[in-house]
């Protein structure tokens, strides 16, 4: 019965995963075939990143069409180097109520952002049902926004995950190494595994990481504080843009800033650059899509919001069950009676 069920919920995700790849090809097409997407790409741009939560400008300026390439071609690294890491895709995929989909992103992926995906639209509604707005970003044209929502989360991730966190968790290794005496050599490695990906990082050295010891002790105090500060001024940094969003987006976007923290800790910077891909990028082409082509793409489309929703809600009931699972487990080596 297990098997046939996990089956049966493998089967959206797979189709889901299938739209993340097929999300590629259809940016570029869609620019590079719409005359208003000629003149965007056409332009040049100046380029700026973002370090340790602030921005920098660089510079230098490229050609708005070769940076939009350059960007489908790391999400579609990103893409290929989370189906072969961890157990696979192919085997993650079949056991997710064993937990078997977590230790794979692109598995776990779908279950991860349409959760969270759930959670802000739930947060939000709450928060202007009180009187409090979101607000939204708005953009000249839709092309324009589809450059801008591909090169965000890249920058974003890198100010606010990579960057700090990541440094938290070199910070962290370099102190075990002092203690195993390792080589400069394997030093550097780790060092710089631990920016990359800092839970693989840890388990090349021996100490306690998210996978062999669970979210709690694979975290450590400082990266903790460092997670929930760089949550926080993410949220603020919304808001403080002035570029359409209202104070009820730093709730929503510190919420989501949180996941991503913890997506990078666990997966790596490829994780986190998926999961902000997905709320920017990833919605707005198919509805570009739709909008140009409804005859097909209004159909995907309605077809992935119901896929979105159905794997949200099921994997808030998971988190929730397993939560509640633990706690009772706990409560039983400790002893505790019930009243």
Known sequence: MLKLVETVISVPITVVVVTYFLSIPLGIALIFSSGEGLLVIAKEAQIFIILFAAEFKLPIRVNVGALFVAMMAVY????FISWRTGAGFHKAVKKVLEGGAFKNWLASMPLFSSALLVAILLLQGLQESHGVPTGSIHFQNPYEALISLSYSPIIEEVGFRLSPLGLISAVYCALELKEIKATRGSTLTTLSLAFIS???????????????????KGIRV?????????????????YLAKSGWE???????????????????????????????????????????????????SKILLMIDWLTASLGIFAIILFLAGLFFNISRAKGRLGISKF
Request: aromatic residues 18%; glycine residues 10%; contains cysteine.
């Open 76 to 79: 579609s690294l990103c893409l």
């Open 198 to 216: 800092p839970d693989k990082a840890k388990r090349s050295i021996g100490t306690m990481s998210i996978e062999e010891n669970g979210w709690l």
């Open 222 to 238: 400082g990266e903790w504080v460092g997670l929930i500060s760089s949550s926080l001024f993410f949220g603020l940094a919304h």
């Open 247 to 297: 104070i009820g987006k730093i709730t929503s976007a510190s919420l989501a800033g949180f996941i991503l923290g913890l997506v990078y800790f666990r997966y790596g910077i490829h994780a986190s650059f998926l999961l902000h891909w997905f709320f920017n990028y990833y919605g707005h082409v198919y509805e570009l899509a739709a909008k140009n082509y409804a005859q097909i793409f």
